[in-house]
């Protein structure tokens, strides 16, 4: 069984959909949920590897209209560690 580690970054809901790409292109990402500054989970989706493009689709589309919505919010990002 591969472990995980996980990784937080505070940002502004303006940059939410180009982080959540950026971290998507890494490909090592196993999970990212998305919270609002209370802590309250707002969105969460695992990523396996080699499903990318029309997939992700709508998952963008959902974090785009929640990025509209939040002022600050924190991606919690869990990754495989090599």
């Known amino acids: 069984m591969k472990k995980t580690k996980k990784e ?9 959909l180009n982080k959540v790409k ?3 292109k890494e490909g090592n990402i196993r999970k990212i949920s ?10 969460s989706f695992p ?14 589309a959902a974090v785009g209209a929640l ?9 919690a990002v869990e990754r495989e560690e090599s």
């Open 34 to 43: 998305i919270h609002d500054k209370s802590g309250k989970e707002l969105m």
């Open 22 to 24: 950026e971290l998507i």
């Open 8 to 16: 937080y970054f505070t940002i502004h809901g303006e940059d939410l």
């Open 67 to 75: 990025a509209a919505l939040v002022g600050e919010c924190t991606i």
């Open 47 to 60: 990523l396996t590897l080699g499903v990318v493009g029309a997939i992700f689709a709508p998952v963008l």
